[in-house]
């Protein structure tokens, strides 16, 4: 994959300001989701295609990665 274009990067609504997480952006034309660390800007970035996207989210929400 070339290095996509990300547009509007964005917290979840449940972070409480965006400090202490992660951020995600879609690149244009949705070909790839960006994921990056919100203290860390310039520190790097995941760039995932929407289907591994939609899988980890469903993998978050079956609770799949909680600590047990």
Request: aromatic content about 10%.
């Amino acid at each position: 994959m070339t290095d996509p274009q990300f547009i509007a990067w964005f917290t979840s609504s449940k972070s409480s300001g965006g400090a202490n997480c992660v951020e995600v952006a879609f690149a244009q034309g949705q070909v790839a989701v960006g994921v990056r660390d919100s203290k860390d800007r310039a520190g790097g970035r995941l760039a995932l295609q929407p289907a591994g996207w939609s899988a980890f989210v469903a993998g978050v929400r079956a609770g799949e990665f909680d600590l047990h």
